[in-house]
């Protein structure tokens, strides 16, 4: 399985981007049924969890920081999951990752830089 994500930029604070995450190698039946998540990671930070869209398609586990101005969403037909990211703030700077919620998790792909800045 790989993922490939896309769509970063630079945004404005306040602005607002989109993101995505294709996976090739899974099949139809097991992009739905796994919960995934995006991530993401700032220069010298650690990877942390930004969301999750689970298996039914309710969406969770969003962190505070984001709450409220991310949401996720997912094509299953296409493999590919979204991040609609709004109301961007400087320190949402960073790598951005999808992949499993749960380990064993698949290998990480490339990232989307998403850069916030005036």
């Known amino acids: 399985v790989q993922f490939v994500e896309s769509g970063g930029g630079l945004a404005q604070p306040g602005g607002s981007l989109v993101v995505s995450c294709t996976a090739s190698g899974f099949t139809f039946c097991n992009f739905s049924k796994y919960d995934m998540s995006w991530f993401r990671q700032a220069p010298g930070k650690e990877r942390e969890l930004v969301g999750s869209?689970?298996?039914?398609?309710?969406?969770?586990n969003f962190a505070d920081y984001v709450r409220g101005r991310f949401f996720i969403s997912r094509d299953t037909g296409k493999k590919t999951l979204y991040l609609d990211m709004r109301r961007l703030k400087p320190e949402d700077s960073a790598m951005y990752f999808c992949?499993?919620?749960?380990?064993?998790?698949?290998?990480w792909g490339q990232g989307t830089q998403v850069t916030v800045s005036s």
């Open positions: 992949n499993r919620h749960w380990s064993p998790r698949y290998p």
């Open positions: 869209i689970f298996s039914t398609g309710a969406t969770g």
